[in-house]
């Protein structure tokens, strides 16, 4: 059983005092010593999103790795997609948009899988025989590991935690088409499309083409990114089996990445506040689904997660769970990282008043 420490949203007084007795809690320094580079995977926000972690929580969290000496930067990967994300480049400029420069946070900001993606480093990978598991090249350089993510709804995932943020946060481009190669759109419901064209402009990938006032699909240019699952006429989507088969092998896949860092200490903390229909990705990320829950902590990343979901359904505005959200199970991608051997659904839960 693993432990999960959290401080209720009710509880925070501010973003340093709130992870600073989470971490005392867990004997950060047991496991992060003086001299130690420590990459701190976050994910930044899109442009022009407002509900990612917000920069103080993690110049808290540099402040606090420093007090132990150790070197931290703060780091992510490009996105699959076109955008203003997909090079380091452009990362960087909205990183720093969205409050995240040395300036403010205290520490270096760092793309892991270079300027396009490309950069990284094949891993073992034992489900689906691929040669795509690539993780970003910079990961390999550092000495431990602290994964802070947003708790948040997920359309393909159910919900984004921080087995969400290792999964794809950590692959570079090959890798996260691999991981999405499952997710095939198609039109489900010929009846509800208008075409209106929204799905053709939208697919960053020119992947779709309006054939006789109908969307038509082009396969081989399709990465799976799910994002014409956001068709404002309800016509596209995927079959509920597509979800499952990606939720597995995200599951397996963040497996596969902590294993490749076997001996290298990582902690996860998700914040799970402005807690969203729709994950970072997206500028507006749409309806708030619960009320905010707190910070948790964890040396698991499934027990976090789990905990992290639990209190959720527990606020949840109108659905019952998460998985009524958006029709995805999230407790899937939870079981096959656990069937994996890198986490437990069992965790205590220690609540700081």
Same mark, same amino acid.
């Given at each position: 059983? *693993?432990?999960?420490?959290? =401080?209720?949203?009710?509880?925070? /007084?501010?973003?340093?005092?709130? %992870?600073?007795?989470? !971490?005392?809690? !867990?004997?950060?320094?047991?496991?992060?010593?003086?001299?130690?580079?420590?990459?701190?995977? %976050? @994910?930044m926000g899109e442009r022009g999103n407002r509900t990612h972690v917000h920069p103080s929580y993690i110049s808290s969290l540099v402040r606090i790795l420093k007090d132990l000496g150790c070197e931290p930067f703060i780091t992510d990967t490009t996105t699959l997609y076109p955008g203003a994300r997909?090079?380091?480049? $452009?990362?960087?400029? /909205?990183?720093?948009?969205?409050?995240?420069?040395?300036a403010t946070v205290n520490a270096p900001v760092i793309i892991a899988d270079g300027m396009y993606g490309k950069d990284g480093v094949k891993i073992p990978f034992k489900g689906i025989k691929t040669d795509e598991t690539l993780v970003g090249k910079a990961f390999f350089d550092v000495d431990g590991f602290v994964v802070v993510s947003h708790g948040k709804g997920h359309g393909l995932a159910g919900f984004g935690g921080a087995l969400k943020n290792v999964a794809m946060g950590f692959a570079t481009k090959k890798f996260k088409k691999f991981m999405h190669q499952t997710v095939k759109p198609s039109l489900l419901?010929?009846?509800?499309?208008? +075409?209106?064209?929204?799905?053709?402009?939208?697919? +960053?990938?020119n992947a779709i083409t309006m054939v006789s006032g109908k969307p038509q699909i082009d396969y081989e240019k399709c990465t799976g990114c799910g994002g014409c699952f956001r068709c404002p006429t309800g016509a596209l989507g995927a079959a509920e089996n597509v979800f499952e088969e990606f939720? =597995?092998?995200? +599951?397996e896949s963040a497996a596969a990445i902590l294993e490749s860092f076997q001996g290298k200490p990582f902690l996860?903390?998700?914040?799970? &506040?402005?807690?969203?229909?729709?994950?970072?990705?997206?500028?507006?990320? $749409?309806?708030? !689904?619960? &009320?905010?829950? +707190? /910070?948790?902590? *964890?040396?698991?990343?499934?027990?976090?997660?789990a905990a992290s979901?639990?209190?959720? &359904?527990? /606020?949840?505005?109108?659905?019952?769970? !998460?998985?009524? =959200? @958006?029709?995805?199970?999230?407790?899937i991608h939870l079981k096959a990282a656990a069937q994996a051997g890198v986490g437990t659904l069992q965790y205590k839960l220690k609540t700081i008043e």
């Open positions: 059983m *693993s432990l999960v420490v959290k =401080v209720p949203s009710q509880k925070i /007084v501010s973003p340093f005092k709130t %992870l600073k007795n989470l !971490l005392e809690n !867990l004997d950060l320094q047991s496991r992060f010593k003086n001299g130690m580079i420590v990459a701190v995977k %976050l @994910h997909s090079t380091a480049l $452009g990362y960087l400029k /909205v990183a720093a948009e969205n409050g995240f420069t040395q419901y010929p009846e509800k499309c208008t +075409g209106c064209g929204w799905c053709v402009k939208n697919c +960053g990938f939720n =597995v092998r995200l +599951g996860f903390i998700n914040v799970v &506040e402005k807690i969203t229909r729709y994950c970072d990705c997206v500028s507006n990320a $749409g309806e708030f !689904l619960a &009320e905010d829950v +707190g /910070v948790y902590a *964890s040396y698991d990343p499934v027990a976090i997660d979901i639990q209190d959720v &359904e527990k /606020v949840l505005f109108k659905a019952k769970t !998460l998985k009524e =959200v @958006h029709d995805v199970d999230p407790w």
